[in-house]
């Protein structure tokens, strides 16, 4: 088994090295001629208005978090399904059944509980409309 | 593999007295890159071109045809251009994070053919965890991802980069779910274990298992097309809204490692879906010679990865693209409900389902999966006899 | 609130600040289409505001008109809006003819017709195809503009040009009907039909298109006259008002033809996918159109005799033509010289910019997109 796991570490190595070559092999073969407005970010051909670095949105932010819960649930899930056949075998099936259902009875609720607080929605709600103000458009 | 080592590096064996351990990662290395260069880059690269080829017939195009017959070569004249061209890194961007992103991007994904069995021998390192490896190594793709979109500091890069990891993270679930029913099936991790459950003939596939595997599958392979950012969910790169997504400000060889990483884990997402619901590399018993039976082996399996691949391809040149409230309600709401009623049915299944009945469902599952199959060629037919007609009836002579 | 029997203030944020990003949406962006820009605040994926602000295209084309005379204009109007360029020539030559009183042959007429509606179609074709390209189906585009080639290749039969035609003069038309192109054209026709539906089939049902287009940008048919939309955006809105109907020019009284409005039949009326549908609608319309023009096609001269030093009395004109992107006003003052004293043109586009902003507050960055594009926008036409 430790030999499997080394091989997926070289194939780690591999990735990196596939991708260092090819960009070592470009940095050998290409030009490099940066020019300020080259190295300008793009925003369509318009000088671009402050930094993209600000402090974002939270939705993105409640569905990371609604992700780690879940994934970690998972996780933890792979153990039981994984013994869940043998204990069906050894005649203990119901008993594994029974853990299993309650196990994602709880991540049901939970869906259902962020569902119910429309966590799941993008736009929580609506902006309220507001008179157009052209003069900005400068 | 391991054999082979041992063997050399055993009594009388051609490398006796040198170190095992050196030997052994030798070994590794060179069937690594003979991996990666002779398989993992050429398909990366074929399904680039076969993508625009088979994109364009559909639409009514011709495609790249110049570059070797049929255009085949495609792939290597576009590697080789974008080796020559300048890398440009904004002033404005994050110089570190924005060089090692591509990096990160092309890691996830070549890690992920380690584990991939193309044959009960040709498998590079049967982990007995490989399906949850392939998950979680598939997960590098998203860091490099959003951390190509913030190094940026471009609002377009941000955009895609942000919506790419919303994205990715929640189709883990529903995906991560489907597996799970075949994982009870099986009581294994090992995608060689998983294979070697399935039978060669269709009716032993997973995918025909029961009703929850059947609906497990087209969950898991929707969520496998959103984890890859394909249509309809390629979101992070929407061209049209967001310029070039995530990759707005990237040029040259950087640029093209995130497509090498995508085409390549189209190929990955084909090959899990055979490993997981399609039998693998299972065939009829034809011979005993091992060489033969790997050719074989390879065959089946790599046409079964290759038919989603080409699924994929077709389904991106049909679909439009959600929007992203949408793609994260049908996430939310649809696949993640769904995938927990497999789950918790096939458990049910399993206990209560004497295998008696199991073998008929596994039958009439079958048998209900040719009928989809049959209507569906119906279908199409009945469009082709219809362009068919109307090309001969019009003045001009049609260009295509 | 009571910690360990003292009262404590508990001191919270007005919830977790974030910052509007503003959004350079355009010149340069791939589906603006031309050279539009939108400078739009976003809060994380949802516009606050989408200003649009026109003018990169600007040439001036209404200034040129003075200098050129009424002759040396006609290929200008074709740069107007380039997508559509014969509804232009057509309102040019006509608010000329209506300065100076020309009589145009009516055999001259119907080759306007047949000229426009052929370009309506393809201008349309190309409207329809780049909507399914912005929302990202890149199939039903290339399958749209083939359709558009072959429209391209019969007015190329028709006047030498594929893009930009300078087919029209004042009085008339420049070149005949070629020999056999009648029946050339009606057999397009009897392919064209029928792909209309297969379009439908190919993406205007399909449901993720629908989901992205129903209930999205919906305008009331009030907002849209006093927007003051036309064309498929106003009749999307449920407004039963087309120019060839209701104040009749040229030879289109003679024709059978309806009006295509928006029913709302995945949606809301005035939704993006009804206006998107009525230009489907049209299509078919335009064919209608297309089949009794070409049977009925009169004997007789093509172009009415125009002095070449064309000065018309001095006066002003003002016509209207159904363009492809609706009520498209021609105003010329002449000053009884060989050239125009002033000229302005009305375009469809430019009214439709105004709305753009308000219809796309609370939407999706996503939703600008499909905005833009089923007010079928053409950025040469906004600036003129």
């Known amino acids: 088994m430790y030999f499997d796991f080394a091989n997926v570490l070289v194939f780690l190595l591999l990735g990196l090295g596939l991708s260092g070559m090819m960009l070592g092999l470009g940095r050998l073969l290409r030009p490099s001629n940066p020019l300020a407005p080259k190295l300008d970010t793009y925003e369509c051909g318009e000088p671009p208005t402050g930094s993209a670095w600000i402090n974002f949105n939270i939705r993105f932010y409640l569905v990371a978090l609604i992700f780690v819960i879940f994934d970690v649930e998972i996780a933890f899930m792979y153990p039981v399904v994984a013994v869940f056949r043998d204990w069906l075998l050894s005649g203990r099936g119901l008993y594994a059944l029974a853990e299993l259902l309650l196990f994602i009875g709880v991540l049901a609720i939970g869906l259902v509980y962020v569902w119910v607080k429309r966590d799941l929605e993008w736009v929580k709600q609506l902006p309220a409309e507001q008179p157009t103000d052209l003069s900005r458009a400068a | 593999m391991k054999q082979l080592v041992l063997q050399l590096t055993g009594e009388g064996g051609a490398l006796a007295g040198v170190p095992y351990h050196l030997v052994a990662a030798l070994a590794m290395l060179v069937f690594g890159a003979i991996v990666v260069f ?282 439009p693209r959600v929007r992203v409230d949408q793609l994260m309600s049908l996430c939310w709401k649809y696949m993640v409900p769904i995938a927990l009623v497999n789950l918790v049915g096939t458990a049910i299944w399993m206990t209560v389902v004497p295998a008696r009945v199991d073998r008929l469902v596994q039958i009439a599952m079958t048998l209900a999966g040719v009928a989809v199959l049959v209507r569906f060629f119906l279908r199409v037919r009945f469009q082709l006899r219809r362009a068919k007609l109307r090309a001969v009836d019009y003045y001009y002579s049609p260009i295509i | 609130m009571s910690l360990g029997g003292y009262d404590v203030e508990v001191q919270r944020p007005g919830g977790l600040a974030t910052e509007e990003m503003t959004l350079n949406m355009g010149p340069q962006h791939p589906s603006t289409h031309g050279v539009l820009r939108f400078i739009v605040k976003a809060d994380g994926e949802v516009m606050r505001e989408a200003i649009p602000d026109v003018g990169y295209l600007h040439r001036s084309i209404e200034k040129i008109a003075e200098k050129v005379g009424y002759h040396g204009f006609m290929p200008y109007t074709d740069r107007v809006d380039y997508v559509a360029a014969m509804p232009c020539n057509q309102g040019w030559a006509m608010v000329s003819e209506k300065l100076a009183g020309i009589e145009v042959p009516r055999r001259a007429e119907y080759c306007r017709v047949i000229a426009c509606e052929l370009n309506r179609i393809a201008s349309h074709l190309l409207s329809v195809g780049s909507m399914g390209m912005d929302i990202g189906a890149y199939t039903p585009f290339t399958h749209a503009l083939r359709e558009r080639e072959y429209i391209n290749d019969l007015l190329e039969d028709l006047c030498g040009a594929r893009l930009t035609f300078n087919y029209m003069r004042i009085g008339g038309v420049a070149w005949d009907l070629p020999p056999e192109w009648v029946p050339k054209a009606v057999a397009f026709l009897d392919r064209f039909e029928p792909l209309i539906d297969e379009y439908n089939a190919l993406i205007s049902y399909n449901k993720i298109y629908v989901e992205r287009l129903a209930n999205v940008a919906v305008i009331t048919a009030e907002e849209a006259i006093d927007y003051n939309l036309v064309g498929p955006n106003l009749r999307g809105s449920g407004v039963k008002f087309d120019v060839r109907k209701d104040l009749p020019y040229s030879v289109y009284p003679e024709f059978e033809f309806d009006v295509p409005i928006g029913s709302g039949e995945v949606g809301t009326v005035g939704d993006c996918f009804d206006r998107y549908m009525v230009r489907i609608n049209e299509m078919k319309e335009s064919c209608r159109i297309l089949r009794q023009a070409l049977a009925g096609v009169p004997e007789g001269s093509v172009l009415a005799k125009v002095p070449r030093k064309f000065k018309p009395p001095a006066g002003d004109a003002y016509v209207r033509v159904e363009s492809a992107r609706g009520d498209m006003g021609w105003y010329c003052v002449s000053d009884g010289s060989e050239y125009p004293h002033r000229v302005k043109i009305r375009t469809g586009s430019f009214t439709a910019t105004s709305i753009i902003d308000k219809v796309s507050r609370g939407l999706m960055l996503a939703d600008l997109i499909a905005v833009v594009a089923s007010f079928d926008l053409v950025a040469p036409e906004i600036d003129r």
Not at chain 2, 262 to 272: D, F, K, R, S
Not at chain 2, 274 to 282: A, K, P, S, V, Y
Request: glycine content about 8%; proline content about 5%.
């Open chain 2, 38 to 319: 002779v398989f993992v880059l050429p398909v990366a690269g074929v399904t680039s071109w076969l993508e625009r080829r088979v994109w364009a017939r559909i639409q009514s195009r011709v495609g790249p045809n110049r570059v070797g017959p049929q255009g085949f070569l495609q792939w290597l004249a576009d590697g080789i251009k974008n080796m020559l061209k300048e890398d440009i890194i904004p002033t404005a961007a994050d110089r570190v994070l924005f060089s090692i992103a591509p990096y990160l991007v092309v890691i996830g994904f070549v890690a992920t053919f380690a584990v991939i069995p193309f044959s009960s021998t040709l498998v590079i390192a049967d982990l007995n965890i490989g399906v949850l490896y392939i998950t979680a190594v598939t997960g590098l793709v998203v860091v490099g991802v959003l951390m190509a979109g913030w190094a940026s500091n471009n609002k377009w890069s941000l955009l895609g980069g942000i919506r790419s990891a919303a994205q990715i993270v929640s189709y883990e679930i529903p995906a991560g779910l489907s597996i799970f029913p075949i994982v009870l099936l099986t009581g294994t991790l090992s995608m060689q274990g998983i294979i070697q459950a399935q039978g060669w003939a269709p009716w032993h596939w997973f995918l025909f298992h029961s009703p929850f595997t059947f609906a497990a599958f087209f969950i898991f392979f929707v969520a496998a097309l959103a984890e890859g950012n394909r249509t309809p969910f390629d979101l992070p790169e929407a061209e049209s809204e967001l310029v070039a997504g995530f990759c707005t400000e990237y040029s040259g060889m950087r640029y093209l490692l995130f497509f090498l990483a995508e085409w390549g884990n189209l190929y990955v997402i084909g090959a899990v879906v055979t490993t997981l619901f399609l039998g693998g590399w299972q065939i009829p018993h034809v011979t005993d010679n091992p060489v033969l039976l790997a050719v074989l082996q390879f065959g089946v399996f790599f046409l079964k990865s290759y038919f989603w691949v080409f699924i994929a391809m077709w389904v991106r040149a049909t679909l």
